[in-house]
């Protein structure tokens, strides 16, 4: 797996009540949903690792292989050590990214590398942190370069587009991605200025990155809350943090 160093930083976290005039990569103007109201600023204080790219099939494999939880003469592959894990995981020459039924599966995958993996520490980023990534110290009101229309019928494999700024590929492609925060409707309206990980509970999860209800635009501010059990509705995978204590490996 590789990941990629996001620095500390601020940024206009959600959207305007209205969407400005069209563009090139634009609709026409259109109310933005109340749930990434106000636009405010945001601060991540610290420095976090973030995956290049979302978990692939063959990483998932190989993870659940290396944890015993696949045989892995079925594949041909020799995963048995966290070190061969290392070695065969980088080994994906056509990626996919994984779709996961639920939060609840793609945060067990988590807890199941780091148990594999225990000189490193994985999680899921926070909806600030995976907005903050996604804009690519893009000034916010810059809304050519956080919505996108994409069209694609089908799943396309990883990195088939350019990364942004920060190195990252695919944050407005594919699917959707899971993050670590519990949702709330109104939570902008009294969410901390820094570093916010959202309300202590909830009935329903953060994705980000997803479609909106015509099926073509994503938006780096729209936010979908998901049911932490289920949600067969949309596709949704993950893309990992590695803690800043740990050592990003080249």
């Not at 590789?2 to 026409?28: D, H, N, Q, T």
């Not at 809304?143 to 799943?155: C, F, G, K």
């Not at 519990?182 to 901390?192: E, L």
């Amino acid at each position: 797996m590789e990941f990629v160093e996001i620095p500390p930083g601020r940024f206009l976290m959600g959207a305007a009540r209205y969407k400005p005039a069209p563009g090139r990569f634009l609709r026409e103007q259109t109310r933005v949903e109340p749930d990434a109201q106000p636009m405010h600023i945001v601060y991540i204080t610290r420095p976090f690792f973030l995956g290049v790219t979302e978990i692939t099939e063959r990483q998932r494999m190989i993870v659940e292989i290396a944890a015993g939880k696949i045989d892995p003469e079925e594949y041909g592959i020799p995963v048995r050590s966290a070190e061969d894990y290392r070695t065969y995981v980088t080994k994906d020459k056509k990626p996919v990214p994984e779709s996961f039924a639920s939060w609840e599966e793609a945060n067990e995958l988590i807890e199941t590398l780091s148990r594999i993996d225990p000189d490193y520490d994985y999680r899921m980023p926070t909806e600030a942190e995976w907005e903050y990534a996604c804009r690519g110290q893009v000034d916010s009101i810059d809304y050519s370069r956080v919505d996108a229309e994409v069209t694609q019928p089908r799943l396309e494999t990883a990195r088939c587009a350019p990364p942004n700024s920060f190195g990252l590929y695919d944050m407005l492609r594919n699917m959707g991605e899971f993050c670590s925060d519990w949702y709330s409707r109104d939570y902008y309206a009294h969410s901390p200025l820094a570093n916010p990980t959202g309300p202590p509970t909830g009935g329903a999860k953060v994705a980000r990155g997803v479609r909106d209800e015509g099926g073509g635009w994503y938006a780096a501010w729209r936010r979908y809350p998901v049911g932490p059990e289920a949600d067969g509705n949309i596709l949704l995978g993950v893309r990992l943090v590695l803690e800043p204590e740990g050592r990003v490996r080249r």
